[in-house]
């Protein structure tokens, strides 16, 4: 199939056309319809075979991978995303593989109503870069750098399964509990809290996803609004299922260090903490308070006994 045939057969028609894409796929660029009172938020994320992802991942959950770690970060502004260009690298032309990889994609980017409207296609080791463009009103993006004294920290979901779920996905994939059947499809199909992330502008004073662990995540919402935090374990949202595979202090820290959740993480001055349990009634994704923002600059993780804790005594060997 030439690269030509293999785009038109794939990519396409892959996603639903929405009425603000003048030109997609097939020109030498996209032409986009905004409207006059919008600005456009843009992001981009390149995983990677053996590095991003196992090899042995199944093409589907690579394709929603592509596109949920991008929807993490459009969230994570507050802006809605609407389009998105797809730079593929294939080792070989596999059928079956584009097959499944496009459908994961196409999967989760009907849920969103985003278009896919260009790329490029080389050959190469397996390598994906997706784009995707969102858009917002004036001023309703959502930074790192805007927390202040007196915020209540919350964070979407549970924390801690992606981490364990890459240890079960490493280990063996056969014969799975139901728990650990879930924590490993927490870990293959992280879902991007979009519907979260568009309810928080005008509350949210601070906003980040949670890609790399919380305690690391949070720092960068620290650093970028020179402030500090305090943090209580004891509050940190577990699964179940979590609580079930591991002790409680080895699940404490996987939801503080472990990646992969695509959770949010963001902090509301306490006079509109009550908007919280709307937002999460509305869109059906818990909500936790986790802790709350300090003038003292730096993380304290505070104990169930009210010690601080220090994250690099606990070790982060945990298997
Ligand atoms: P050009 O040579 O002008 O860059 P290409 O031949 O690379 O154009 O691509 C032709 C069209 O197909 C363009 O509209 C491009 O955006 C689109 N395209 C190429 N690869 C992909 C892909 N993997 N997914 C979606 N669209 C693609
Ligand atoms: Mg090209």
Known sequence: MSEFSLIKHY??????????????????????????????????????????????TPAQAIGHRALAVNLSDIAAMGAVPRWFTLA????????????????????????????LIGGDTTQGSLSITLQLIGTIKPHQAILRSGAKVGDKIYVTGSLGDAGLGLEICRANMHNLSPERAYLSRRYQYPQPRVEVGLQLPGIANSLID?????????QHILEESQIGAKLYVEELPLSPAL????SM??????????????ELCFTV????????????????????CIGEIVAENGLQIIGPAGEEIHLEKLGWELF
């Open 11 to 56: 990519f396409q028609h892959l996603t639903v056309p929405q009425s603000d894409v003048v030109r997609g796929i097939g020109d030498d660029a996209a032409v986009l319809e905004i409207a006059g009172d919008q600005q456009i938020v843009v992001c981009v994320d390149t995983i990677i075979a053996g590095q991003h992802f196992l090899l042995d």
């Open 88 to 115: 593929l690298t294939l080792p070989e032309e596999n059928a079956a593989w584009l097959r499944d990889f496009s459908q994961g994609l196409a999967a989760l980017a009907a849920n969103y109503s985003v278009q």
């Open 210 to 218: 949670i890609s790399d662990g919380l305690a690391a995540d949070l």
């Open 243 to 246: 609580c079930q595979q591991v």
């Open 249 to 262: 202090q080895q699940a404490q820290i996987l939801a503080l260090t472990a990646g992969d959740d695509y």
């Open 269 to 288: 001055p306490s006079a509109l903490t009550d908007r919280i349990e709307n937002i999460a009634q509305a869109t059906s994704v818990k909500c936790t």
